[in-house]
């Protein structure tokens, strides 16, 4: 089996079908990574697999019911009775809310019968010999680095009894870099987002987290208070994330979220930030390319398997500071009365400033530069107010200049109460969310600068 092309296995599968309707998704993935501790390569490796789902259709007199059966490592032996148990889960399920007919129409990918794409350690060729470099000059600098580099390429085929033949080809990489001092009482990190390893520089990171562990070297103690604080855009990036996984039409319409119009409806139209902020998402984004086209290995408030194939359009969620879209598939849009929104494989937040996080620090009297976020948790859906961890550097700046690291906090915010309360955007950068790096890393943020960020209580982590 793991010699036959995927898409020979999407037809079998589709064939072997007897249900009224068939989806069937491969998911052939490879993956490559590095890891050093205390500047020295520690382990690397490649892995492959492949993921095989069937979504089964079965029309019945109260409606159309649906079974949906992922197993990995398939063999020959295992494909009809993969089948079968999707058949068998639909034909044992009730109606689905979601039912909708299967998607047509949509041209087929030319390069459906192609091989797969796959990454090998060779994606490294030239990010390794910098890497080594990034050690000997942190070794130098009393200073030491840990960290991982993966790259990961999945290719999915999609192919439905109703014509469809997809395929999508997702490159994703991450590089995570810590430095510590040798007595470890001063951390600082930096990430990065790539889709091929070629547009990342350690050296340049290290360098970057030199500087900050200067910084750290003096140390400041604050309480907890409403501080102006700087979110570089890592920090924004999660929130925002999240924001967007909160942003399902249905529950905005039923009254269960942040988005929620009080006496009913939703907040579409209204003002969320006096910024002109635009908040959108793009399969054709440069850098940040997504699958354009639904792929749905399960069904949930964002998305529906009878929607799988469904063209993704270029989206903007927030525009000019205003609420303009909400998450839809066909289901809760003809449920809401909504437009069709299909959800998202990248998220790019577009402020119209032009200053870098450190132009940002030199025009600040006084208040607070964050490094990242983490272990982000919901209070409250109703306001979508969450709370976290500051992590690995928060820095104190005055007149202009950063004079010292102060201490963690926990942190009680909204993030759609902080766009509302944004005095500055900074300048658009790709970037890698902390928190959410290994759901989610396609995203470009600008800083933002918060008059009054929550700063609820003293943190004693590092």
């Not at 994703?172 to 987002?193: F, I, M, Q, V, Y």
């Not at 054709?284 to 069904?299: D, K, M, N, R």
Request: proline share 6%; hydrophobic share 40%.
């Amino acid at each position: 089996m793991s010699r036959t092309k995927p898409h020979e296995i999407v037809e079998r599968a589709l064939e072997l079908s007897t249900a009224d309707g068939c989806v069937v998704i491969a998911d052939e993935e490879s993956s490559a990574n590095l890891r050093w501790a205390g500047n020295a390569l520690t382990t690397n490796g490649v892995t492959r697999g492949r993921t095989l789902t069937v979504i089964a259709t079965v029309d019945g007199k109260e409606g159309t019911a649906s079974g949906v059966v992922s197993r990995s490592a398939v063999t020959a032996a295992d494909l009809e009775p993969l089948v079968r148990a999707a058949e068998a889960a639909a034909r044992g399920a009730g109606p689905a809310e979601d039912a909708q007919p299967l998607v047509t129409g949509t041209p087929a990918s030319p390069d459906f019968t192609d091989a797969p794409a796959e990454t090998s350690s060779a994606v490294f060729a030239d990010f390794a010999p910098a890497l080594g470099e990034a050690f000997a000059r942190a070794r130098a600098g009393g200073r030491e680095l840990y960290g991982f580099a993966n790259h990961e390429l999945v290719t999915t085929y999609v192919g439905t009894s109703t014509g469809l033949r997809l395929r999508h080809d997702q490159p994703n990489g991450t590089l995570e870099l810590n430095a510590k001092s040798p007595d470890r009482s001063r951390s600082a990190w930096a990430g990065r987002a790539t889709r091929d390893f070629k547009d990342v520089d350690p050296t340049v990171l290290d360098a970057e987290l030199a500087v900050r562990l200067g910084w750290a070297e003096r140390k400041v103690e604050l309480p907890a208070g409403r501080y102006e604080t700087l979110l570089p855009p890592t920090a924004v990036a999660d929130l925002l994330i999240y924001q967007m996984w909160s942003a399902a039409a249905r529950d905005a319409v039923e009254g269960r979220t942040v988005f929620s119009k009080p006496g009913g409806g939703t907040r579409i139209g209204e003002e969320l930030s006096r910024l002109p902020l635009t908040l959108r998402s793009d399969p054709h984004a440069p850098g940040l390319e997504s699958a354009p086209f639904v792929i749905a290995h399960s069904s949930g408030d964002d998305a529906s398997v009878f929607d799988n194939g469904l063209p993704v359009p270029a989206t903007e969620w927030i525009s000019g500071g205003e609420l303009a879209r909400l998450t839809t598939t066909r289901h809760s849009s003809a449920l809401t009365g909504l437009p069709l929104s299909p959800s998202f494989g990248n998220l790019i937040l577009d402020g119209g400033g032009d200053k870098s996080l450190e132009e940002m620090v030199a025009g600040t009297e006084r208040g607070l530069l964050l490094t990242c976020l983490w272990y982000i948790r919901e209070v409250d859906p109703a306001t979508l107010l969450l709370t976290g961890l500051t992590r690995d550097g928060v820095y104190l700046v005055e007149n202009g200049q950063v004079t010292g690291e102060v201490n963690n906090f926990r942190f009680n915010e909204s993030p759609v109460d902080l766009l509302s309360r944004a005095s500055e955007a900074g300048r658009t950068e790709k970037t890698l969310p902390r928190e959410w790096g290994d759901w989610f890393t396609r995203a470009a943020m600008p800083a933002l600068r918060i008059p009054d960020f929550n700063m609820s209580s003293v943190s004693k982590g590092v």
